[in-house]
């Protein structure tokens, strides 16, 4: 049987954006809200999720991705602002918003659907939405839980929280563990 491998494309964060984005979950946490939370050092800019693969198609992946990252220079992002998907009245998702060359890191996330549908890789069915998942509400919330988590998030006050140029991308392995994911690059690639 072959071996399979969760995988996905992303974006990583420079550390000094990771203290801030740990500062607002800090905030919303002290009410004990329904939200299973990503560490802070698992916060990540999905450009594209392929699930369940196997593992020799890695390096397919890989090409076709090194491929799109020759056609890019390094642009900038902001982290900026926070919300809820799919909106504030029922919470599903606590996101970070995102500022800075947008065009250009949306012409990178097409770029690289469009490979991997070569590949074979069904493209998503959602609009891009660039954003950094901060938590994710618990299955067992109950409506008014939600409710009261959105009503934190409308609350709060997330300006600037950092800058940066994003200078590669990654294929990214994802082993689910009971402690929460371990994320094994497998792939990087300069812009």
Known sequence: MTEQIRTFIAVELPSQLR???????????RERHPVRWVTPDKIHLTLK?????????????GESCARVAAHFQPFQLE?????????????????????GDLEILSRLQTEVEAALAELGFPP????????????????????????????????????????????????????????????????TFKL
Request: aromatic share 6%; hydrophobic share 40%; charged share 20%.
């Open 124 to 187: 998503e069915n959602r609009k891009f939405s660039p954003h950094l998942t901060l938590g994710r509400v618990r299955r067992q919330a109950r409506p008014h839980e939600a409710r009261r988590l959105g009503q934190a998030v409308a609350a709060l006050a997330a300006p600037s929280l950092g800058r940066w140029t994003v200078e590669h991308f990654i294929v990214m392995r994802s082993d689910l563990r009971p402690d929460g994911p371990v994320y094994t690059p497998q792939h």
């Open 79 to 99: 982290a900026i602002g926070v919300g809820c998907f799919p909106h504030i009245h029922r919470p599903r998702n606590v996101w970070i918003g995102l500022q």
């Open 19 to 29: 203290r801030p984005l740990a500062q607002i979950q800090e905030q919303l946490k």
């Open 49 to 61: 999720f392929l699930g369940e693969i196997a593992a020799e198609q890695v390096a397919a992946v």
